[in-house]
């Protein structure tokens, strides 16, 4: 299927890996030019060099900090100045500590908040008047199931991604009928994360090899396995494309069938 969002200008954050990377990835091979970000400068340029060999489109790639205001102004302008404007955002973020709440202080709270809703806010709220002159303005959100299944010992991310779906929700009716906003809920992947999480698991004995575990991971997802990045990507690139041109304000699940809600 031809997604038809060759040679739009696609600006993503927190993508030099995992699911964000995965949607970078996804969008770059159907033609898009795509920009990345993230903090470290080496996990950044191996981004930058994968995404300039998967399609036609251009690649930028800057090191920003979510969590300050200035450089996530910055990086919008950067994107918007290198391909002319910006037509997709794509938010990912990275996951807040884990912990119960009576293991989380103060400063956990604001990190996770300026870490998950204010990049947010300012992303959107830099990007929007480039996605307002777009014909094809669409902004995704990655969150996670746990907005709407608390998962244990999760309590920021719990309670925090939670303010992200209700500023989907409102941007989706504000923004509308120029721009759609959206958002996907995922479940396991096998992103970095978890691939280091089992292998921490076959060191400490609690499986005998990395096959086991990433086997255990996915006993409980109704498909039998956990999922792979390039999956999510693909259904953040349709959400961009004008194939999902009637699809607004829906916060999708992708995890397999896990969520029982």
């Not at 995404?51 to 450089?71: C, I, K, M, P, W």
């Not at 500590?97 to 990190?111: A, I, R, V």
């Amino acid at each position: 299927m031809d997604l038809q969002v060759d040679g739009n200008a696609v600006l993503t954050t927190a993508s030099s890996g995992g699911l964000g990377f995965a949607s970078a990835k996804a969008l770059a091979r159907e033609g898009a030019h795509v920009a990345v970000c993230g903090r470290s400068e080496g996990p950044l340029e191996d981004a930058r060099k994968e995404l300039e060999s998967l399609g036609d489109g251009e690649v930028f790639a800057q090191s920003v900090d979510l969590t300050e205001r200035a450089e996530v102004e910055a990086y919008v302008e950067a994107v918007a100045d290198a391909f002319g404007s910006i037509d997709h955002v794509v938010m990912s973020a990275g996951g807040p500590p884990s912990g119960g709440f009576l293991d989380t202080d103060d400063d956990d709270w604001y990190g996770a908040y300026d870490t998950l809703v204010m990049s947010a806010v300012w992303t959107t709220r830099f990007a929007y008047p480039h996605l307002a002159d777009s014909e094809a303005g669409s902004v995704t959100a990655i969150t996670s199931r746990s907005v709407r299944e608390v998962i244990d010992d999760l309590v920021l991310s719990n309670a925090v991604r939670r303010a992200v779906i209700g500023l989907v929700k409102t941007q989706a009716r504000e923004f509308a009928p120029e721009v759609r906003v959206n958002a996907v809920l995922p479940g396991a992947h096998e992103t970095a994360r978890i691939q280091e999480l089992i292998e921490d698991d076959v060191e400490r004995g609690v499986y005998d090899s990395y096959d086991e575990g990433l086997e255990d991971k996915g006993s409980s997802v109704p498909l039998g396995r956990i999922g792979d990045p390039g999956e999510l990507g693909d259904v953040v690139a349709f959400l961009a494309s004008p194939r999902a041109s009637f699809v607004n304000g829906t916060a999708l699940p992708i995890d397999g069938g896990s969520m029982r809600s």
